[in-house]
Each structure stands twice: as structure tokens, then as C-alpha cells.
């Protein structure tokens, strides 16, 4: 079944040394991709790298994908070492919670700036690179992050994280349709509960309320990620683009 083998693609992961992205990068490698990783600290990729080598060509390329500047670098570097990019994960992310009232101008700015800004910047910075790996038969794609309180009102008040969530889906259908016909593909994944650092103290404290709100009855596994994002990535989605695909066990759906 060549219709999920990444054998001889490029992949570039942000925020790919933790949580939902190093799901995400482990099932590319696994897959036969090569990949490169971001995150803002060199520490972290480097243990990254050091768990995910023995998967395949992984290499750490620090950056801090909140600014414009720092997108536009990480593709530069990127384009140092390859020709072409067939994958780009946007999945660097951050969250806020704060009561309405006492909700601060940071709280805006740190997670619109990371969650809904840095995946456009990026895609805007490797598309002479994805362009130049897609083709008619076989595009590029696009992978973005969002969550399912992109597509719910969450329960939790995180007002900025939902909405940027939220225009990330809008995003994805705008890229999708005008990336189409230069054969790049642009996608988003919507992910429900998973074990991520971001997710922590939630589930510590609600883990199991969360759990049995899913038809399915548990959270989110790294399997589960690599699965969906392999998909998106191999041939077998050659031609999808502009969907928003829930990854969170029917929780939405029910819902």
C-alpha cells in the first residue's frame, strides 16, 4: 500500500519537539519522511531529535515562529538543505485562560501571534519550497492545527485560543482554495483531548469527565495524531483540501 509511504519527502513540523507536533513527527518518520522540527528552545529540539532519530532523518532548526521574521528564517534554513518541501505541519500553539473581565491584552496578542498569524507567515514563507515539490498528481501539503474549540464554545475561558482556532479553520478553507491550483493541498486537523503539556492540568484535574464525554471513551493517543497526519500526508489524500477533520474520539459530534 504505497498510498501512505512518505519514502523520500521533506517535511518541516512547528512546535515539533512536544505534545500533538512530536506525535505528528514521529508518524512522518515512520512513514519514510525526513523531518525537520522547530520550537523556540535549541534544548528541546535537541532532545527531540535524540527520541526521534531511531525513526528516520530528523534535524532541529530552533525558531520562534510568533514573528514574521523568524517564519521567513526557518524557510531560509529549510532552503539551505533542500529543493523542495512536500509537508508543512503548522502546530505551534499556545493557550490562555482568564476570566472575561480581567482578560488581558497579552492573552490576545501571545496566542492570536502564535496560533492564527504564525501558521499564515509560515505557509507564506515555504511556498516557493512547496511549490516546488507538488505536482498535479501528487500536490503539497499544508497541515494545519486547529481544535475542536475552534469548532465549539469551549468550556473553559479561553477566548482568545478559541477564536484563533476558529480562524484557523477559515484559514485553511481560504489557502486551500487559492493553493489548489499551484498543487498544493491545505488541511486542518481538529484535535480533541490528547496528553500534551498544554493539556496537563486539565486532564489531571478533569481527565476523566473528559474521557467519558467521548463516545469512545478515553483521550487522544499519539497514534491516533500520526494516523490523521500520515493521511493528509500520503497519496491516499491527494485529493482533499479545505477539510476540517475532528480527531477527538466523537466528542464534538455528540456534543
Not at 514563507?125 to 475552534?150: H, K, M, Q, Y
Not at 479545505?242 to 455528540?254: E, H, Q, R
Request: hydrophobic residues 45%; contains cysteine.
Amino acid at each position: 500500500m504505497d498510498l501512505f509511504d512518505l519514502t523520500g519527502k521533506v517535511a518541516v513540523v512547528s512546535g515539533g519537539t512536544r505534545g500533538i507536533g512530536l506525535m505528528i513527527a514521529r508518524g512522518l518518520l515512520q512513514a519514510g519522511a525526513s523531518v525537520y522540527v522547530s520550537s523556540r528552545k535549541p534544548e528541546s529540539g535537541q532532545a527531540a531529535v535524540e527520541e526521534l532519530s531511531k525513526y528516520g532523518i530528523v534535524i532541529s532548526v530552533p525558531a520562534d515562529v510568533a514573528s514574521e521574521e523568524e517564519c521567513q528564517r526557518l524557510a531560509a534554513e529549510v532552503a539551505r538543505s533542500e529543493e523542495g518541501v512536500h509537508i508543512l505541519v503548522n502546530n505551534a500553539g499556545t493557550n490562555w485562560a482568564a476570566p472575561l473581565a480581567e482578560f488581558p491584552a497579552v492573552g490576545w496578542n501571545k496566542v492570536v501571534d502564535l496560533n492564527l498569524k504564525a501558521p499564515f507567515y509560515l505557509t507564506r514563507a515555504f511556498l516557493p519550497l512547496l511549490e516546488a515539490a507538488g505536482t498535479a498528481d501528487d500536490p503539497a501539503r499544508v497541515i494545519n492545527v486547529g481544535s475542536i474549540d475552534g469548532l465549539r464554545v469551549p468550556d473553559f475561558p479561553t477566548y482568545s485560543y478559541a477564536a484563533s482556532k476558529a480562524g484557523l479553520h477559515q484559514l485553511t478553507r481560504v489557502l486551500a482554495r487559492e493553493l489548489g491550483p499551484r498543487h498544493i493541498t491545505v488541511n486542518a486537523v481538529a484535535p480533541g483531548p490528547f496528553e500534551s503539556k498544554m493539556m496537563a492540568a486539565t486532564l489531571d484535574a478533569y481527565g476523566d469527565e473528559i474521557a467519558a464525554s467521548s463516545p469512545l471513551g478515553r483521550i487522544g493517543r499519539p497514534d491516533d495524531m500520526a494516523g490523521v497526519a500520515v493521511f493528509l500526508s500520503g497519496r491516499g489524500s491527494a485529493y482533499v483540501t479545505g477539510a476540517i477533520i475532528p480527531v477527538d474520539g466523537g466528542i464534538w459530534a455528540a456534543r
